[in-house]
């Protein structure tokens, strides 16, 4: 998702920081979309780029998020959920190179991308 940068007065975000530490910036966000009239998911998509947020990435995503294990993005991770896209008709060029980008975001979300 892209960003653009609000101006929130110092002496309202460190009342908001003390009461809710380091989650204060998630909740501002996800109150600034109920404002929007949406509502978040709360399963991480909505940090998602937009152009992950069309059909065939869109299903890559989630299909990489859905058969994701606790040990994270393994080889044999990346191989299962590019063998859901092709069952799902999903070109395997297409799958391999959007799977590399969720796989990017995703080591980059859970803080182990260097």
Known sequence: MSSVYVEVPSALYFKLYQRFGESAQKL????????????????GRDNWPN??????????WEISETTLSSEGPTREHKELSIKKCIEQGINEN?????????????LSRNGELI
């Open 28 to 43: 501002i966000v996800e109150n600034l979309q109920k404002l929007a009239g949406e509502e978040p998911r709360g399963d």
């Open 51 to 60: 152009k992950y947020r069309q059909p065939i990435a869109f299903s890559i």
């Open 94 to 106: 297409t799958a391999t190179t959007i799977y590399s980008n969720w796989r990017k975001d995703w």
